[in-house]
């Protein structure tokens, strides 16, 4: 019987080692990555909305990532039981400018947010839709915007 083994042809590896050396070498080097993004960067939170069941909640939160790229406002829709983390960027919203925008946050129902912002800023996100993931099927809420009144 021993000899069968060591007679029985060997299977050889679907991809060379080679392979999958690179390919664990760019998953840790993304991971190192992702992590690195928010190391640099706070959050401070202006004012948060729950939505009218109580399930989501809007927040308005300002990001400071360092002296050279200053203060920008993002908005994002999160689980009630959810907050923002340091490396979190905005879901729903983002501006670029330095100074804060003027936002404010209205839920016309549970899956319709409304987001009224200053005509002025310069927008580096602006999202008509979000998918909450929750267990089992997502939540969608979608995103309309108006600009203020100057």
Not at 28 to 38: F, K, N, P, Q
Not at 43 to 55: C, E, L, R, T, V
Not at 90 to 107: H, M
Request: aromatic fraction near 10%; charged fraction near 20%; include cysteine.
């Amino acid at each position: 019987m021993s000899e069968d083994l060591q007679n029985r042809p060997r299977k050889e590896p679907l991809l060379p080692a080679w392979i999958w050396r690179i390919c664990l070498g760019f998953l840790v080097l993304m991971t190192m990555i992702d992590i690195a993004s928010g190391l640099f960067c706070s959050n401070a939170i202006s004012y948060s909305q729950p939505s009218p069941d109580g399930k989501l909640t809007a927040v308005v939160f300002m990001r400071h990532c360092g002296s050279t790229s200053g203060h920008s406002p993002h908005v994002s829709i999160l689980e009630h039981s959810d907050a923002i983390r340091e490396s979190d960027s905005g879901n729903v919203f983002i501006a670029g400018d330095k100074e804060p925008a003027q936002l404010s946050l209205r839920w016309k129902d549970p899956s319709t947010l409304v987001v009224t912002r200053d005509p002025s800023v310069v927008i580096f996100k602006e999202s008509k839709w979000v998918a909450i993931w929750k267990f089992p099927l997502p939540q969608f809420v979608s995103v309309e915007y108006q600009d203020s009144a100057l």
